[in-house]
């Protein structure tokens, strides 16, 4: 059956490739989510006014790839630990989150949470910082056209993420 999944890592280029090359991901757009302005242009969000934070809209088949597996890859690809930035990309709209568009994702984005703190706190890290919420009523905003697949059309371009450096304790079933 198609899902959808929506995930926030700071810059959004970097993180929707990271999600399109996983078999089982039908499509993946880049966007903006949790502001108060309807219909932002990247400019305003790039200012912080807005509230929205970059996002990657994941379609997927979980016959191919679990809800799991993205979790998985979303937390090992950015640094869950920094509030509101990523490396050298500092406000609001770099924060790291997750919109859950059912009930049974939010649980498994929660225990996955859980699941990488006692990881990072093993390894000294901070508390991670990722807000995780249910996406209904939350409308997600179509990013302008020169944003999607950006490293596609530019593959020297700007991956823009940094991480942890500290694996997802993979084989652990939530």
Not at 26 to 49: A, F, H, I
Not at 76 to 96: A, E
Request: proline residues 4%; glycine residues 10%; contains cysteine.
């Amino acid at each position: 059956m198609n899902q959808s999944a929506y995930f926030a890592t700071g810059c959004f280029w970097g993180a929707e490739r990271r999600f399109w090359q996983l078999t089982g991901v039908l499509e993946t757009s880049v966007g903006y989510m949790g502001g108060t302005r309807p219909n932002p242009s990247y400019e305003q969000v790039c200012t912080g006014v807005t509230g929205h934070a970059e996002m990657v809209h994941v379609r997927f088949d979980d016959e191919q790839v679990s809800y799991q597996r993205l979790l998985e890859e979303f937390w090992t690809m950015h640094d869950p630990t920094s509030l509101n930035q990523q490396g050298g990309d500092i406000g609001t709209q770099y924060r790291s989150s997750i919109y859950a568009t059912t009930p049974e994702q939010l649980t498994q984005a929660m225990k996955s949470r859980d699941l990488y703190q006692e990881v990072l706190s093993k390894a000294g890290l901070d508390p991670i910082v990722t807000e995780i919420l249910i996406a209904d009523g939350v409308e997600y905003f179509l990013a302008e056209e020169y944003h999607q697949k950006y490293l596609q059309k530019n593959p020297n371009g700007y991956d823009c993420h940094s991480s942890t450096g500290v694996a997802f304790p993979v084989g652990v079933v939530l």
